[in-house]
């Protein structure tokens, strides 16, 4: 036959340099080598020169005392004895305080933002649009700048302090009352515990009995009463065991109540406004994805608005919206680093700024900053990864 | 018989309507202005309380605005006296003459004042290639190319820090300041994140280990840290790691840091374009004998960069605004010039720092709303092509 007459060919013979294996085979031990020689060469120019400048290295400067003042701490910070090590978490602490919370109001925002895009209201529409375009489009330090400088230090100072409700505000902060809890308070806690569990427990159980008998029990009304009414009732009758600790205006000061700095708040404010803008942008394509046949198939089907958002639109839209949306919490945490143009005291500020001007070790102190970002980043990818490969379409 | 019922029929109507009607125009309620708000304003009870509160906001804020752009503004003055409340008795609003005095430091820093035409001819050049770039119609934009990516950067560099040989005497780069090194630092980021990009996004798709190790290395590290730390870590850490002798000036570490930056975002878009890109393109151009790059070369980037120009455009909208960060190391860009004329003292008011930011906002929103336009154009004219 034809195949036997053209026969078993030996394979046309190739020159060892032309041969692809060969040649994968040569780059990469090429780049392998290029890389080592890189590392050395910068290893050992950094010993020569941190020699020369008489920087110390290594990890031992974490438990030295570190002498210097931080503006704001959520855990017990003095100057005089506390270490670098301290600071350390005392910055961690600041950003991801200031990360969470902007988070949380760059959601709130963004979504409303969104979901008015595509309102029928043409208005809003378009006011919603000129956000987006408006603040998507400012660089975030530079809004940060204005919130700080033009807006927050430009307020009044301690004695034309704006007051309002027993509050203060100037170009201190904001001072506001701090509730102080009486021991009774306790009580209100484990029943709002309490109503947390009960409330599950009736979602699962309402759950239950509506794939039994299809019946469905009024979820929201239950969880509402459990959650917000009961601790409310037990509050009235434990005798309204909590007061306030109002600020009070001394000539130059301010003392008591609870402080918000006008670092954190400007941090605040700047990032979550300009999160939101891009928040938005992710909400509206996420529900503009889902197609309007779904919409109509719910109506067709009998549902309401209310049920069809809920459980047609929303659940379908989530599944696009989630993967950039996690990106975008991760933007505003790594924008939370540029907390050290206005001196809000993050990990940025407090240790790559001040730790690394009083010890000099710029490697150790820039490694570990990173090394933390990097952590949170990759934590965050992880945990997306497997919310990404729960709610994947499963097709057939 | 049916016939003389149907004639029947016909003569106990009074009346019968033999031609159609004329089309008769919607009720004005539907129609013109009223209908368009009845419809896009007040189509329901939460959409009408919506319209009100816009509106009302509106009245609330445009006012004032307006009173502190123009009416109450401030439009000639020698110092800090023009702009002061106290002096002038009356509500100020933004104050113009401090920006007019300081334009030339906003736009060049303290580069030298007699040399100031080359930055100049540098804006010019910029522009040639970026128009070049950009006009889709333009004829040669392979010479586009040539010229943007490798003309004129040396041109630009020659240009602006100075050869004395052909008569233009060196400036050093702390001088430079401004929008100069605004449209600098995101020109030299443009230029190295789009080659550099395009070689990890080719190295992350290998089949070598080491190189996809290296290139998923480097992208993710670069990616999962903020733009600061990578500043930082351009600016104090890269001094160690060279020779004393050889150590970079500021302006150069900026710009390596920025340069790395941009790569691994750069290269994350492209490695979208190319995972987009049918598998039988590849395995076209494999049957036809190209080899590796000349499959890239010839068939596969020139796809994958067609269809991620948007995200492209994107991405350095982003690095645009995120040149403003070298301002933290130190950098004077353009918000640091403005940083510091906001505190001399010669123009120090309530009102100034106002005025300033909102020159810097004016002139990134300019730029970055251009940019993201020219995307959205490219984005519907890719998606005409590929309807049929």
Known sequence: ?????????????????????????????????????????????????????????????WNQAAGFDISQSLIEYSASVSTYGTAFWVGL??????????????????????ISRLSKNWLLAKVATGYVETIRNIPVLLQLLFWYNAVLKALPDIRDS???????????????????ADPRFGWVGAVFFFGIVSAIGFYIWAR??????????????????LVVGLPLV??????????????????????????????????LLGLSIYTAAFIAEVVRAGILAVSHGQTEAAYSLGMKPGPTLRLIIVPQAMRVIVPPLTSQYLNLTKNSSLAVAVGYPDLVQVFTGTVLNQTGQAVEVVAITMLVYLCISLFTSLVMNIYNSRVKLVER | MTMSEGELAIAKLHFVRTETLEQQPPPASMTGPIGWARQNLFSSPLNIALTILIVLLALWIIPDLLRFV?????????????????????????CWPFVWERLPYFIYGSYPIPERWRVDVFFVLLAIGVAWLLWLNAPRRDLGVFYSFIVLPILSYILLSGFPAIGLPAVDTVYWGGVLVTLVVASVGIVCSLPIGILLALGRRSNMPTVKLFSVFFIEFVRGVPLITVLFMASVMLPLFVPE?????????????????????????????LAAIPKGQFEGAMAVGLGYWQMMRLIILPQALKITIPNIVNTFIGMFKDTSLV???????????????????????????????????????????????YARMTEARLGKADRR
């Open chain 1, 208 to 225: 239950k009995r509506q794939m039994a008998t299809g019946q469905q029990a009024p979820i929201l009304l239950v969880t509402l009463a």
């Open chain 1, 93 to 114: 602490l600041n950003t991801l305080l200031v990360a969470v919370l902007g988070i949380i109001l760059a959601t709130i925002l963004g979504f409303t933002i969104g």
């Open chain 2, 245 to 273: 002798e050889l150590s970079p000036n500021k302006l150069l570490r900026a710009l390596i840091g920025i340069a790395m930056f941009a790569s691994a975002y750069m290269a994350e878009v492209v490695r979208a374009g």
């Open chain 2, 70 to 94: 123009i009416i109450d503004a401030v439009w000639t003055g020698a110092d800090r006296n023009a702009c002061l409340e106290a002096v002038q008795n009356r509500p100020i609003g933004a």
């Open chain 2, 327 to 373: 301002f933290i190391v130190g950098i004077f860009d353009l918000l640091r010039t403005i940083e510091v004329s906001r505190i001399d003292p010669k123009w120090a008011t309530p009102v100034t720092s106002t005025t300033g930011y909102l020159v810097a906002a004016l002139f990134y929103l300019v730029f970055c709303y251009g940019m993201s336009r």
């Open chain 1, 234 to 267: 037990v509050f009235l009758v434990t005798g309204m065991p909590l007061h306030f600790d109002a600020p009070q205006v001394g000539r130059f000061n301010i003392t008591g109540g609870l402080a918000l700095q006008p670092e954190f708040v400007a941090l």
């Open chain 1, 162 to 180: 704006t007051k309002f409700m027993g509050s203060f505000l100037n170009n201190r902060g904001l001072f506001v009352p701090e509730p102080i």
């Open chain 1, 1 to 61: 036959m034809a195949v036997e007459s053209v026969g078993a060919q030996q394979p046309a013979r190739v020159a060892f340099y032309n041969d692809p294996k060969f040649r994968s085979i040569a780059y990469q031990v090429v780049l392998c080598v290029l890389v080592v020689l890189v590392i050395y060469a910068a290893t050992t120019n950094a010993l020569d020169n941190l020699q020369r400048a008489h920087v110390a290295s290594g990890f031992g400067f």
